[in-house]
């Protein structure tokens, strides 16, 4: 087999620019906006932050470097990516455990869009300043009314299918290059803004002033690592996708790696930055967990000037956020599909979105479902999932010629060997130790059997499908196989 595979006719990104915007669009989501801020704040605050930023670089960025960098080799989704590395049979069910994981990860994530395009919808109608308004009984009705939050999640998953529909550059590339600098420049105005009103500075100290005594506690550097990997989005396999629609003379250290993480993370700390300053100079508790947005920071909008305006920044900066990494995390499953079926993009969209839709029902139907599934695939799903990837690129492709080959042709800056151990143990034995943390801290709960089941029951059926699809018995082509490092 040749060093560098084949490439075949495939849709490009038109500009690097649309590159970057598809990588930190598909990264910066409810984890940025939402989940960012109210972490922090039980963890905190500047302590958290430094804590999460030492490991988005040491772990992260080295990880997306990797999954960029396979989408980049192999010039395939998912699934053909794995079959180019570990040849056909049973091992590229591997590649299947990535999709399952995707699609479940979205048929839950799709009513958190839904949640984001009510308040955004009703934040234009300016509800939230009304007189009268109960933020607590306005999240609580939403939640309640299942036919309305089914109807949302048909609604994203329409729009989503809409885009999807159109393709990489007239389709995804159009919507991501607008929407997140929308994004950052709404951050950025209601920070400006937040910044203005009195006792804002403690806001500040509090996003920045770091309580060292935090990063002794075990649990801080958990949270962040937490965020580290589930913010970036390691494993989901976006990065592999977007990865293999990069033209031949993309970077893919700066723009896969460094870039991203920096600008995933600097909205993170922007929106923080837009949401604690105003938290304090109303004396909201910056600690409120999940209700953070959605309760706490909903009620401070009738107590600030230009409360309302304020609140239509926020909530339209939240959706677009989540609508764009959710628009990314379906085209996984998208171009995957796509290339192992002989659909076109049409009929493969529709069925992605009809099954994530399908599956996303119950999620929709209840918060309690939703929960428990963000806890499974959070703490077991995509570990594995990133496990899967990074382990095929650390044991079978070899990180060497990864790096040699994908990583370093055309960059802007040159990784080392450095980056070898760090794909091949370090990141691998991460993601072990948190699939086995969070067993051993649930242990015998519903959530701890959720997670066993879907570590045992992925695997066995993504081997068992491609064994069955691809007729080898399971037996992989060694003549296929790249090599490994020499």
């Not at 939640?143 to 048909?154: C, D, E, P, R, V």
């Not at 990837?389 to 079978?396: D, L």
């Amino acid at each position: 087999m040749a060093d560098v595979p084949t490439k075949t006719a495939r849709a490009e990104w038109g500009t690097r620019f649309g590159f970057l915007m598809a990588m930190i669009g598909a990264m910066v989501g409810a984890g940025n906006i939402w989940r960012f801020p109210y972490v922090m704040g039980d963890n905190g605050g500047g302590a958290f932050v430094l804590a999460f930023l030492v490991l988005l670089f040491l772990l992260a960025v080295p990880g997306l470097m990797a999954e960029v960098a396979l989408g980049r080799y192999t010039n395939k989704g998912v699934i053909g990516a794995f079959r180019e590395v570990v040849g056909r049979g049973g091992m590229v069910g591997f590649g299947v455990v990535v999709i399952l994981v995707n699609v479940a990860l979205m048929s839950y994530y799709s009513p958190v869009i839904a949640w984001t395009l009510y308040y955004a919808v009703h934040s234009l109608l300016f509800t939230f300043t009304a007189t009268g308004f109960e933020a607590e009984a306005f999240m609580n009705g939403l939640f309640a009314n299942s036919a309305l939050m089914i109807g949302l999640h048909t609604v994203v998953m329409g729009s989503i299918a809409a885009i999807l529909v159109l393709g990489i550059r007239r389709g995804v590339e159009r919507i991501v290059v607008y929407a997140v600098p929308a994004l950052v420049i709404a951050l950025v105005v209601m920070t400006i803004r937040g910044l203005t009103l009195p006792g804002a500075s403690e806001g500040i100290a509090f996003t920045f002033g770091v309580q060292w005594e935090y990063l002794t506690f075990s649990d801080t550097w958990i949270a962040a690592l937490g965020q580290a990997l589930f913010s970036t989005g390691l494993g989901w396999g976006i990065a592999l996708t977007v990865g293999s629609y990069l033209r031949e003379y993309d970077d893919v250290p700066l723009g896969g790696g460094v870039f991203t993480a920096i600008g995933e993370s600097s909205i993170g700390i922007l929106a923080a930055l837009a949401i604690f300053p105003i938290v304090f100079a109303v004396g909201v508790d910056p600690d409120a967990g999940a209700g953070l947005a959605f309760v706490s920071l909903v009620q401070v909008f009738p107590e600030i000037p230009l409360g309302g305006l304020v609140a239509i920044l926020f909530f339209v900066g939240f959706f677009l956020a989540t609508f764009t990494s959710g628009l990314l995390i379906t085209e996984v499953s998208v171009t995957t599909v796509s290339e192992e079926t002989r659909f076109d993009r049409t009929q493969t969209t529709l069925g992605v979105c009809g099954v994530i839709w399908l599956l996303g029902i119950p999620s929709a139907y209840s918060v309690d479902v939703l929960d428990y599934l963000d806890f499974v695939f959070g703490n077991w799903g995509l570990p594995l999932a990133a496990l899967a990837i990074i382990g095929i690129i650390g044991w079978v492709a070899g990180p060497k010629r990864i790096r040699m080959l994908a990583v370093n042709r055309n960059a802007g800056i040159y990784v080392g060997s450095w980056w070898d151990p760090v794909i091949k143990y370090v990141i691998p034995a991460v993601m072990l130790f948190i699939m086995g943390y969070f067993a051993w801290e649930n242990y015998g709960t519903p959530e701890m059997i959720g997670g066993m089941l879907v570590i045992v029951l992925f695997p066995i059926i993504g081997y068992a499908v491609m064994s069955v699809v691809e007729g080898r018995g399971g037996q992989p082509d060694t003549a296929e196989l790249p090599g490994g490092d020499d």
